[in-house]
């Protein structure tokens, strides 16, 4: 609780008739006072102003109840742009995006086996590029990565593949750029992106994106806010221990994490070693080329050991919606990341898995499926963050993020 | 995000104050003030109608910083009552406490067995004695139950042990005597108990307290507010799978639940089945006799079968708890329930599972300990649920709870 004051309710309403404004194609006055429940003369008032700030425009006429026909407004999507970056561990995808998340700019840089000093300078080869390609003032820069990440003081505080320690990136990033910026590990970008751009949510919705990549996180939303855990740490699912006994050694230092049996680094290191003791799969040619796509296209053609390691992982996967389903009760379970490739077949893997270890009044209320938005959801979640952030809209390019978590 | 009226404001100020006072054993004007923001004019306005109310007390004279001295202010405890009670498997216990927490009547029922209407019957019989001995203005009754509850609709959607099932039991305890009434998930009500009234926590601490009795449930609390998830169904790690092969049957008809494992009915059959089989343990003379006493003597004796047996649940209550501490990163686990009778060796053997299991990094950073409040912070965590509805605390005895979660 605090103390309300006048300053407090004049912008609470301003941003108030702004979200009205987001959440629909278009509208009128009159809606908007009947939802935020406004005065007319108090919504007039703001609607003037952010005409005259070019953020809303009028639109046409609506369908009218009876008396005048209201004039619609809508939000202008390319009156500002933001940028949002996604760190994967091969490649840095950077785009410049409108307050609908429309991609306008797009920078693609491989980053394979990049770190240090020089993955930071790569970052910052991204952003100069989308920087200078920018038309429109910019609200700031989201960044997505890897890694453990304390989003509310903009530190990277340990990225093992990129090799970052504790490094500042917001405030290296502010001080370059002069935009406000949010910093967030890209599973929970991942899962913001989705409900923010996703069919189907609400503001309160509670989802889950699983992210299998090289490592495996999950980014989690509950009743519409990202849940970062103390140090920011939630949804570290992929050292869950899930085989107790004879597991393979993680990177952790433990043995049988998630990672180990169903990541895609797991897949196909097990589908190599497995080639070499089973004969009788095309990949037993030559399996130290064993990579995601030929497992893909040995999976597609029906390659017995290509499907008994996917499908084992899927499996394993289930496991861990389980566990997840379990703890947090959200029964909307989003597998995103590289894994997408096997198509239903894994879903259906990870719906078994699911099925022989969740409370069975549970099942047929959790929907598993894979996330909608792709590749993008990373740099479009990284963005959502400064769009969310209503009073960005209201400033020429402030000198820091006042509420970047 | 809602429309701020004045109303609301002065109700959200009357709060803010009572807040305050409850928050400190004694504190003057100037401070409530100063911590609040409210004007001190503001402040001994709402002071002089909560000492009008017999809610707050001037208690004396505290040290000046320079001027005046200033006049302390106090909660008065026993100003108004509240009634807790804990339906656990085999025994009904309820209390009257005071706004401090404090048991000024109690009343325990046996309860083995006793299920359905027998079970609504028993509840009667513990509350009819309990508001009969009421010698203050009671604020309601909040009742901690084992089960799924939907804590926002009142009901106790399934509470297997006690035959209950869509067991509207709100509505019924309201009928029956016009109070305010909260029911919530007996672990819910263990965490919400032991940050309201054990040590060392903030209004914002997040914690995790595992209840082990005949079931196995986590009370989460997040940033200070209790976590239900969606449907009230969060914190269900009893059915978490954690022997994937081989496990034993659960009543939920998976096999190789937690609480196959962990859970002291699962200590007790275990112990029994070995007996029968590994002689040479003091347990093996009568083994059908083996309960959790007889278990906790041998185990106190150095008893080898009863240490393997306890020890074993141990580790896997520590797996558990790595589960937990991954997938939320809250870092303070209170275990709970019958299994602490076990002391400082099962602690040990949850802390050995646990760094068998959990990410290294975390290992340090999560303290796991036993709960402070011990049998009864459920009946303190569920009359808390009324303690903390301030309003409650401004009306006579309302037809019903306006904000029971």
Redesign the interface.
Not at 227 to 237: K, N, P, R, S, W
Not at 356 to 362: H, K, N, S, W
């Given at each position: 609780?605090?103390?309300?004051t006048q300053q407090?309710?004049k912008e609470?309403?301003r941003?108030?008739t702004l979200?009205t404004v987001f959440a629909h194609e278009s509208v009128s006055r009159a809606e908007i006072s009947r939802i935020?429940?406004?005065t007319r003369s108090t919504v007039s008032d703001i609607v003037a102003s952010l005409v005259a700030e070019g953020l809303v425009v009028e639109v046409g006429v609506g369908s009218s109840r009876g008396g005048k026909s209201p004039i619609l407004l809508s939000l202008v999507a390319d009156a500002r742009h933001v940028i949002g970056l996604d760190l994967a561990h091969d490649r840095f995808s950077g785009a410049v995006l409108n307050l609908r998340g429309k991609i306008r700019q797009r920078v693609d840089l491989p980053a394979e086996g990049v770190g240090g000093d020089a993955a930071l300078r790569l970052v910052y080869k991204v952003l100069d590029k989308l920087v200078r390609s920018a038309n429109r003032p910019l609200l700031g820069i989201g960044v997505g990565t890897p890694g453990l990440v304390d989003t509310r003081g903009g530190v990277v505080v340990?990225a093992v593949n990129l090799s970052w320690q504790n490094l500042p990136l917001r405030q290296l990033l502010q001080d370059r750029y002069d935009l406000p910026v949010a910093v967030i590990n890209d599973s929970q970008a991942a899962a913001i992106g989705e409900h923010t751009f996703g069919e189907g949510y609400t503001p309160e919705s509670?989802l889950v994106v699983i992210n299998v990549r090289n490592g495996i996180g999950?980014g989690i939303i509950?009743n519409g806010q990202v849940?970062?855990?103390?140090?920011?740490?939630?949804?570290?699912?992929g050292?869950?221990?899930?085989?107790?006994e004879g597991g393979l050694p993680c990177r952790?230092?433990?043995t049988g994490c998630l990672e180990t049996v169903a990541s895609t680094r797991a897949v196909v290191e097990r589908a190599r070693m497995m080639a070499r003791h089973v004969p009788g799969s095309v990949l037993a040619e030559s399996p130290d080329t064993i990579g995601l796509d030929s497992l893909q296209r040995a999976f597609a053609n029906g390659d017995p050991l290509a499907r008994q390691v996917v499908l084992e992982a899927g499996r394993f996967l289930g496991?861990a919606v389980?566990?997840?389903v379990?703890?947090?009760?959200?029964?909307r379970i989003l597998i995103a990341g590289e894994m997408t490739r096997f198509g239903p077949a894994l879903l259906d893997s990870v719906k078994e898995g699911l099925a022989?270890?969740?409370?069975?009044?549970?099942i047929d209320?959790t929907r598993v499926e894979f996330d909608r938005l792709g590749h993008d959801e990373i740099i479009l979640g990284a963005s959502a963050l400064l769009l969310n952030d209503y009073s960005l809209l209201f400033k020429g390019q402030p000198a820091h993020v006042k509420r970047a978590s």
């Open positions: 609780m605090r103390k309300v407090h309710t609470h309403n941003n108030l979200k935020t429940k406004l340990n509670s999950a509950i849940f970062h855990g103390v140090g920011g740490g939630a949804g570290e699912i050292h869950i221990v899930v085989v107790r952790c230092g433990h496991l389980s566990v997840i379990a703890t947090l009760s959200i029964r022989q270890t969740l409370f069975p009044r549970l209320e």
